[in-house]
């Protein structure tokens, strides 16, 4: 069966990622999360003295910027692939409150958004790729021949992040991550590189009613209507 790319983007919180890896896995191709790279370049500038509180040294980061190497190995453990920065496993490091509060405006940068690009254009070169984030099917492949565009109502991401904090037993206020899904949706529309929007001929998936086994469904038969 012939090899294709697959670009999934959409909204933050809105499991894009999740069907993703289920979709990679079952039909046994790449996945690539690459909201993780911009989270491992963020780490780099934490470790890398290229943060002074919340203002970025962006000339050191510039000068820097080809020694940032990101790499993706499977664990097999969680049957997932883990995140190398420079070599160095940094999949949990990526996920701190402190990276994901720093990566929007790393992520805003164009020389970064130039050089994570690259890197994933060069791992997209032999097709049979699951990318998601924001603008796979705009900027990274937009010669994917199945583009996925996810999004969900503000109210039931919150509910869902809600849930899986509450889950994991941490503290969390409904109406905090409301507003924080609200603004993160306004900064990813509005930044002006590479702004998240839907690629023309990007399939639109509202899954505010659907269930991830729906979802997954949904995403099969597309899979199944492009590869056949
Ligand atoms: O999907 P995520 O929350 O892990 O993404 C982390 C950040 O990176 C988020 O602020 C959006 C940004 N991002 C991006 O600008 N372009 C992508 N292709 C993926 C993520």
């Avoid at 990679?24 to 999360?33: F, P, T």
């Avoid at 909201?35 to 000068?63: C, H, P, Q």
Wanted: charged letters at 30%; hydrophobic letters at 35%.
């Amino acid at each position: 069966m012939k090899k294709i790319t697959i670009a999934i983007d959409g909204f933050s919180s809105c499991g894009k990622s999740t069907m993703a890896k289920d979709l990679a896995k079952a039909v046994g191709y790449i996945y690539i999360d690459s909201g993780a790279m911009y989270r491992a370049v963020s780490l780099y500038s934490i470790e890398n003295g290229i943060f002074n509180g919340n203002n970025i040294d962006t000339e050191k980061l510039k000068l820097n910027i080809h020694n940032i190497q990101i790499s993706f190995k499977l664990n097999p453990e969680t049957g997932r692939p883990d995140t190398y920065l420079n070599g160095v496993n940094v999949e949990s490091q990526i996920r701190t409150m402190e990276v994901s509060s720093k990566v929007s405006p790393i992520s805003a940068l164009d020389f970064v958004r130039k050089a994570m690009v690259t890197q994933q254009q060069a791992m997209g070169k032999e097709k049979g790729i699951v990318m998601d984030g924001r603008d796979i099917g705009t900027t990274v492949f937009p010669d994917a021949e199945l583009k996925i565009f996810v999004t969900a109502s503000p109210e039931i991401r919150a509910q869902r992040r809600y849930d899986e904090l509450k889950g994991k037993g941490q503290e969390a206020s409904f109406d905090d991550i409301l507003e924080n899904v609200k603004q993160r949706d306004y900064i990813d529309q509005h930044r002006e590189v590479s702004p998240l929007r839907k690629a023309d001929d990007a399939l639109l998936l509202d899954n505010t009613n659907l269930t991830i086994e729906e979802q997954k469904e949904w995403l099969f038969e597309q899979f199944n209507k492009v590869t056949r």
